[in-house]
């Protein structure tokens, strides 16, 4: 929907921002109906507050902010309106959100709850993904099915885990779906999720014993560890969520799949063998009853 065009001042007050931005929606013949507790009763109460107002599905909702984006403000705003977005009225619609702010909204804020199917996906990957917070290697499984479904939800592609092919997809989402949306400048949440996609991607390719473990040298996300096949030979470390922010970062295209490409190399040196060809990989599909 198109909102009217507020400027808000710092310093100002809440309250006299609220009275020229209810003017302007009025100008506009659309009412802004308050959320009452929200702006009464948080401790950002005093800066921030929120408003509804109707929109051709439904309700969008409008933030105001007169203060600065400090932590705490940011997280209580962050968590209302995951709240208000996550359980839309009427459910299955895209929850609209404005900001009025006298300050710059912070980039994490435009990249969750922007309208742009990058946005959507970011919103939805936050779930389980937290920001990078507490990201432990046993999320592997749940993160990556989400990736799956978000993937072919946000953008029509059909990513599994299982897929020959599938390092490519995600690089060209990366970089044709991501890399090139301003809106969702920040996706650090989409990308840890379509890493571990791109590890159980690469995983499904070799027949090795693998796990995913705590990042080693230095590395801060979990990484895919494949055991060798002999004692001969060294582990093969694919760092799979690294990878995917490093080709988000330097928009470098091929880089991803040429990474891919060489890890997986150095696992069929490690198996003293082939990789799993497309048949093999349904048979191995059919034999563990996966769907993603």
């Known amino acids: 929907m198109d909102f009217p065009d ?20 009025e100008d506009a013949g659309l009412q802004l109906v308050a959320f ?3 702006n009464t009763f948080l401790d950002t109460s005093s800066a921030c507050h929120f ?19 400090e ?29 009025y702010s006298a300050h710059e909204v ?3 804020l435009r990249s969750v709850f922007g309208d742009s199917r990058c946005c959507q996906f970011e919103c939805r990957a ?7 917070h507490d990201v432990r290697p046993d999320l592997s499984l749940q993160a990556a099915a989400v990736g799956a479904y978000l993937v072919r939800e946000c953008f029509g592609t059909q990513v599994g885990f299982f897929d020959v092919d599938g390092a490519a997809r995600l690089e060209e989402i990366i970089l044709d779906r ?23 991607i690469v995983r499904s390719r070799v027949d090795l014993p693998s796990a995913w473990q705590a990042g080693d040298n230095g590395e801060s996300w979990p990484e895919v560890v494949f055991s060798p096949a002999s004692d001969d030979a060294a582990s093969v470390v694919c760092p799979a969520i690294s990878l995917v922010i490093r080709a988000f970062q330097d928009r470098s295209r091929g880089e991803l799949t040429r990474a891919v490409d060489e890890i997986l ?14 048949a093999e990989l349904a048979q191995v599909r059919e034999a563990r009853g996966w769907r993603v």
């Open 6 to 25: 507020v400027d808000l001042h710092p310093g100002e007050s809440i309250y006299k921002a609220d009275e020229r931005i209810e003017e302007a929606f």
């Open 36 to 38: 009452e507790g929200y």
């Open 51 to 69: 408003f509804q107002v109707p929109s051709e599905n439904g309700r969008a909702v409008v933030v105001v902010m007169t203060s600065p984006w």
């Open 71 to 99: 932590e705490k403000p940011l997280v209580t705003v962050l968590n209302v309106l995951l709240e208000l977005r996550l359980d839309p009225d009427p459910p299955g619609s895209l929850l609209p959100v404005r900001f």
């Open 106 to 108: 912070p980039g994490v």
């Open 126 to 132: 936050l779930l389980v993904s937290r920001f990078g």
């Open 178 to 200: 991501f890399a090139g949306d301003e809106e969702c400048s920040e996706p650090i949440n989409s990308l840890i999720a379509l890493g571990f996609l791109l590890g159980e």
């Open 265 to 278: 190399r150095r696992c069929e040196t490690a198996a003293g063998g082939t990789l799993r060809s497309d």
